[in-house]
């Protein structure tokens, strides 16, 4: 037996204004994208904006519904939207912000157990990483650089050779 020690690392931007004008761009596409999220249980909404090799920007919301496991998350969305159109895309980065109406959202959101399996799909995939910006309504943005730093024991199609 032997210990195994995991690291991440991750890079914390103060605010927005820490950001570069295309990360700054792509955080107000997921703020505005989560403004239009139908969440009339939870009231907690979730926009997600999703950046391709190309250049192309996808975005999507959280859906609920009132069968509560048939709703769905915004980052998925964004992200099979994007794949739908660009079935050989690449993605390049991911940004995500969240805000409830019951409360104020100032710590990071990051993204739910399923949204992370499926960014890991895609990072596996591609072959490439998939950078993941995070935020609450204010406060601070969290970057990773791969979803091996929030998933690090992840499941993909290797274990199924």
């Not at 999220?37 to 975005?59: C, D, K, Q």
């Not at 009132?66 to 992200?79: D, K």
Request: glycine content about 4%.
């Amino acid at each position: 037996m032997h210990d195994h020690k995991i690291t991440t690392d991750f890079t914390i931007f103060e605010n927005i204004d820490e950001l570069s004008s295309t990360q700054k761009k792509l955080l107000l596409k997921a703020i505005e994208i989560r403004d239009h999220a139908y969440a009339p249980y939870s009231r907690f909404s979730v926009g997600a904006a999703v950046l391709m090799e190309n250049g192309e920007i996808f975005t999507g919301n959280n859906q609920e519904n009132a069968a509560y496991p048939s709703g769905i998350c915004a980052e998925r969305v964004a992200i099979w939207t994007a794949m739908a159109s660009l079935p050989q895309g690449r993605i390049k980065k991911i940004f995500i912000s969240a805000r409830s109406d019951k409360t104020v959202v100032d710590q990071p959101v990051a993204p739910c157990g399923a949204c992370r399996q499926a960014i890991a799909e895609y990072e596996t995939r591609q072959k490439e990483n998939i950078e993941i910006f995070f935020t609450g309504e204010k406060g601070k943005i969290v970057k990773s650089n791969s979803i091996k730093d929030l998933l690090p024991w992840m499941f993909d199609n290797s274990m199924l050779s």
